[in-house]
């Protein structure tokens, strides 16, 4: 899997229809119309996302690994 940091995510949450609801101190909180989830995603400059966190917020996004 790609490694991607939190502006990078969430540039490609973005592109996919999600939209920034709410900036909470380093995190950005997107939501998607006709899905319930919220995604939380930390931007800490350019370091990468830990893998776990990465395929667990694609998961919830519905994005596939492929896709990146």
Known sequence: MKA????ELARLLEAHGWQLKSIKGRHRVYAKAGNPARISVPIHGNRPLMIGLLR?????????????
């Open 4 to 7: 991607l940091s939190g502006k």
């Open 56 to 68: 667990h917020l694609l998961r919830t996004a519905g994005i596939s690994e492929g896709e990146l």
